[in-house]
């Protein structure tokens, strides 16, 4: 018995079902109101033919309203009108598209919005034969309409799956929204993405060639795709795909290190092996070409950084060569805030490395006056101070170096928002240093008093507690 009721229940639903999608593909071919429906029909196509829903929504309101009564006539008696053409379902869209761009009550946004979908449905019931289109524009209209959702890509890639190189451009700029959308947030991985993009990209790639029609809207549509895809491309491609990509510019690039060494690099850092054949041939392209090329290549970096030389002899801890060096770019240079840089550079290894504090502060001073309003000389200085403050006679003599220390990250960042952050953390960690209030009473000073730094600093600090 319980399997009676459920297979009964089951024709229920079947004839059910069947009678919707009937109903949805009635013609006029044989209805007795076939006259009425082609009448309406050629009213309304009249009004609508070669217009988009933007050309609709333009539209005087009364010449809107007799259009879409008459498409609302000859649809509700032949959906399908003569089941030949799927007008009634196209032009439906087209309506609801546009009474959606003038609504302002959300609901209703929704209601056309439906609306549109299911005429997408019922086209695709009663004329199969537009599988593909149907879904790359409804997929397309989910993304624009409905915004971002998972089944939106699931649409497209039926779209994509069904009509092959036939697959219209309009998937290809939303595919790629919606797969950088869902990338981040960690709901679809890497290897769906790749999937996806490499079937989107392979109609595209056809297209462009072979259809000269619509070649420039499927390469607007690629370059689309790329920019969203390819912004994490190294978090999705692997080995293979940077070859496929970066090999071909190797025989082109025979005589350019730089680019040679980047293609090197990239395969290696995508996971190809040191060991793969197309990795040791283009590295033995670059080592050649660096044996044969290295003093010139070396000369021209020289040229384009004068500074190279300093950094090589920093690195080698050859501190003093640096200092020289850094002082030789100097004067190779005409631009100001180079030679601010290289001023500062020079400053940080007096400081750091040679303990050469008075020529230290002479250095950052320099870049200063070469770069006004840029803070990190300035740090450097009060840098210099707090070192300088701690072998500076008494406890007293410290805690005024240390408001010399305190000026100097406070001006800092007066003049260079970007250094805010690093003075205000060392102002915080030199608070605690700042003179004591009681000791300025026993000296019979008061808060305000302007008092000299000796030590070597030789600033003048408002004294503050």
Same mark, same amino acid.
């Given at each position: 018995?319980?399997?009676?009721?459920?297979?009964?229940?089951?024709?229920?639903?079947?004839?059910?079902?069947?009678?919707?999608?009937?109903?949805?593909?009635?013609?006029?071919?044989?209805?007795?109101?076939?006259?009425?429906?082609?009448?309406?029909?050629?009213?309304?196509?009249?009004?609508?033919?070669?217009?988009?829903?933007?050309?609709?929504?333009?539209?005087?309101?009364?010449?809107?309203?007799?259009?879409?009564?008459?498409?609302?006539?000859?649809?509700?008696?032949?959906?399908?009108?003569?089941?030949?053409?799927?007008?009634?379902?196209?032009?439906?869209?087209?309506?609801?598209?546009? %009474?959606?761009? +003038? !609504?302002?009550?959300? =609901?209703?946004?929704?209601?056309?919005?439906?609306?549109?979908? *299911?005429? $997408?449905? /019922?086209?695709?019931?009663?004329?199969?034969?537009?599988?593909?289109?149907?879904?790359?524009?409804?997929?397309?209209?989910?993304?624009?309409?409905?915004?971002?959702?998972?089944?939106?890509?699931?649409?497209?890639?039926?779209?994509?799956?069904?009509?092959?190189?036939?697959?219209?451009?309009?998937?290809?700029?939303?595919?790629?929204?919606?797969?950088?959308?869902?990338?981040?947030?960690?709901?679809?991985?890497?290897?769906?993405?790749?999937? %996806?993009?490499? +079937? !989107?990209?392979?109609? =595209?790639?056809?297209?462009?060639?072979?259809?000269?029609?619509? *070649?420039? $809207?499927? /390469?607007?549509?690629?370059?689309?795709?790329?920019?969203?895809?390819?912004?994490?491309?190294?978090?999705?491609?692997?080995?293979?795909?940077?070859?496929?990509?970066?090999?071909?510019?190797?025989?082109?690039?025979?005589?350019?290190?730089?680019?040679?060494?980047?293609?090197?690099?990239?395969?290696?850092?995508?996971?190809?092996?040191?060991?793969?054949?197309?990795?040791?041939?283009?590295?033995?392209?670059?080592?050649?070409?660096?044996?044969?090329?290295?003093?010139?290549?070396?000369?021209?970096?020289?040229?384009?950084?004068?500074?190279?030389?300093?950094?090589?002899? $920093?690195?080698?801890?050859?501190?003093?060569?640096?200092?020289?060096?850094?002082?030789?770019?100097?004067?190779?240079?005409?631009?100001?805030?180079?030679?601010?840089?290289?001023?500062?550079?020079?400053?940080?290894?007096?400081?750091?490395?040679?303990?050469?504090?008075?020529?230290?502060?002479?250095?950052?001073?320099?870049?200063?006056?070469?770069?006004?309003?840029?803070?990190?000389?300035?740090?450097?200085?009060?840098?210099?101070?707090?070192?300088?403050?701690?072998?500076?006679?008494?406890?007293?003599?410290?805690?005024?170096?240390?408001?010399?220390?305190?000026?100097?990250?406070? $001006?800092?960042?007066?003049?260079?928002?970007?250094?805010?952050?690093?003075?205000?953390?060392?102002?915080?960690?030199?608070?605690?240093?700042?003179?004591?209030?009681?000791?300025?009473?026993?000296?019979?000073?008061?808060?305000?008093?302007?008092?000299?730094?000796?030590?070597?600093?030789?600033?003048?600090?408002?004294?503050?507690?």
């Amino acid at each position: 018995m319980q399997t009676i009721i459920r297979t009964f229940a089951l024709m229920l639903v079947f004839c059910g079902s069947v009678s919707v999608a009937t109903a949805q593909c009635v013609t006029w071919t044989d209805s007795p109101q076939k006259e009425q429906a082609e009448n309406a029909h050629v009213a309304y196509r009249n009004m609508v033919k070669d217009k988009t829903a933007e050309d609709l929504a333009a539209l005087p309101e009364a010449e809107f309203n007799d259009a879409f009564n008459n498409w609302k006539r000859a649809y509700d008696i032949a959906p399908a009108a003569d089941g030949q053409r799927p007008f009634h379902y196209r032009d439906g869209r087209m309506f609801y598209k546009a %009474m959606r761009s +003038k !609504a302002t009550d959300e =609901a209703k946004k929704q209601e056309y919005t439906d609306m549109i979908f *299911s005429l $997408y449905d /019922q086209e695709l019931e009663c004329y199969p034969k537009y599988e593909a289109f149907l879904l790359g524009r409804k997929g397309s209209d989910m993304f624009y309409l409905s915004g971002y959702s998972k089944d939106a890509i699931d649409v497209l890639e039926q779209a994509i799956e069904t009509g092959g190189n036939e697959t219209e451009y309009v998937v290809l700029a939303p595919l790629g929204k919606l797969l950088n959308y869902y990338f981040k947030e960690d709901e679809i991985d890497n290897a769906r993405v790749r999937e %996806m993009y490499d +079937k !989107a990209v392979k109609v =595209a790639d056809y297209n462009i060639e072979n259809n000269p029609t619509y *070649s420039t $809207y499927y /390469q607007a549509g690629k370059d689309n795709l790329e920019s969203d895809i390819l912004e994490f491309a190294d978090e999705i491609f692997d080995c293979d795909y940077f070859k496929g990509l970066l090999l071909p510019k190797v025989e082109e690039n025979r005589d350019s290190l730089d680019i040679l060494r980047y293609i090197v690099t990239k395969l290696k850092a995508q996971g190809c092996d040191s060991t793969d054949a197309d990795i040791v041939r283009v590295q033995n392209i670059y080592d050649e070409l660096y044996a044969e090329k290295a003093e010139e290549y070396e000369a021209e970096r020289i040229r384009l950084n004068p500074a190279y030389g300093a950094s090589v002899a $920093y690195e080698e801890e050859r501190f003093s060569d640096a200092v020289d060096l850094y002082e030789d770019a100097i004067a190779k240079t005409d631009d100001n805030e180079k030679k601010a840089q290289y001023a500062y550079q020079i400053a940080q290894i007096q400081l750091g490395k040679l303990g050469q504090y008075s020529s230290a502060r002479q250095n950052a001073r320099r870049a200063a006056e070469l770069n006004p309003g840029w803070g990190k000389p300035y740090i450097l200085i009060g840098d210099l101070y707090g070192r300088m403050s701690s072998g500076c006679g008494d406890a007293w003599e410290q805690r005024l170096a240390v408001l010399a220390a305190i000026d100097k990250y406070n $001006y800092a960042k007066s003049v260079d928002g970007e250094v805010a952050g690093d003075a205000n953390r060392r102002i915080a960690n030199y608070s605690s240093s700042m003179p004591i209030k009681s000791e300025a009473f026993q000296r019979g000073l008061e808060e305000g008093a302007r008092l000299s730094v000796g030590c070597g600093i030789g600033e003048t600090v408002t004294l503050r507690f």
